[in-house]
């Protein structure tokens, strides 16, 4: 499959996508800041109707989780696997469900050895990382389609970057 994929499905390029991700580059990233990131979310989650989940990890330990009311195990399958495509590949699951699409998706799977059912090849699931330390976390969101997950992950990282 083409960038075609990408810009349908998530409506950004390659390299707007990368940009984004330098752009949530963050100096530090404390408690503090994951209660904040919590808190725009669940702005989020209370404008709508849908049943959402979100899960915030830091150093590998879930520190917010929240789940509205009709969501199911289903939600929480798709958060784990979410939050494990973006530990696993350290880009946001955006990013990788591209990159599977691109290059099908079974292919993909194959070449990696990961269980499709497992890791989540869908958009909702981004990587908090902090400059010269790394990967430090994630924040994942499940419930609307894989671009509106991806965008309320996006759009809470940036009021935090800037909080």
Request: with cysteine.
């Amino acid at each position: 499959m083409s960038e075609d994929y990408g810009i349908k499905t998530y409506g950004k390029t390659e390299q707007e996508r990368i940009q984004e991700e330098d752009d949530l580059l963050f100096p530090k990233f404390t408690y503090e800041h994951a209660k904040y990131l919590y808190d725009k979310i669940l702005d989020k989650m209370v404008s709508t109707t849908k049943p959402m989940g979100v899960e915030i990890v830091l150093n590998g330990i879930p520190v917010y989780t929240h789940y509205q009311y009709g969501t199911t195990k289903k939600t929480i399958a798709w958060i784990e696997g979410k939050r494990k495509t973006v530990e696993y590949f350290g880009q946001s699951s955006a990013s990788i469900d591209i990159q599977a699409h691109k290059m099908g998706v079974d292919v993909f799977c194959a070449r990696f050895g990961i269980d499709p059912h497992e890791y989540k090849l869908c958009g909702g699931a981004f990587p908090i990382i902090v400059k010269d330390l790394g990967i430090v976390g994630t924040v994942s969101v499940s419930g609307l389609t894989r671009k509106e997950d991806h965008q309320t992950c996006i759009e809470a990282l940036k009021q935090v970057h800037v909080y």
